[in-house]
């Protein structure tokens, strides 16, 4: 049997009911016999970076375990993304879903179409928030993720569910954003 992997996922979006996308995509990710979902951030409502004339996001990060390659855990990411009929009209404009693979193991990766770790993690509150909820000692690129944090500006972002267990069961309209 292949080894399993610990590899962290970051999903957004702002467009339709995202928190139930989310939780479509993150209980399609723990349902796949490749493996399970470890544990999930609570809800973070975030300001939009890069085009910041659009809805706020929803965002949050979750922590997988996994035997799939990165580029077979990228498809199956892309496929979700597929199947909840993703939406996104420009770049850095508004989505239904976004899932990106943050972290994989402590694999460096840059392939076309996939950079491990992503790219711009250090420099995004709306991942790093998150991410410290569930990984408080992390460190990336051997910084640790609250030094890290306290460069950013964290300023709008906030906490919308009060625990990680948002996604577990279907939520349509019943969570904030939605
Ligand atoms: O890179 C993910 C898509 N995205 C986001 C996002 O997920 N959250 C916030 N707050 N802003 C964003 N801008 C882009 S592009």
Redesign the pocket.
Known sequence: MADRVTAFL?????IGDPAAAMGVALRAVDADPSGSVVSVSSLYR??????TD?P??L?AVARIETTLSPQDLLSLCLAEERLLKRVRRE???P?TI?I?ILLYGDRTIDEDGLTVPHP?LAE?A??LVPLAEIAPRMEIGGRRIDALLRELDGSG?ERVTNDGNWWRLPTEGTLPGS
């Open positions: 970051g999903l957004g979006g702002n975030t300001p939009p970076w890069g085009k659009q706020a996001f965002n770049r850095w404009g989505r976004d990106d711009r995004r709306f991942v972002i």
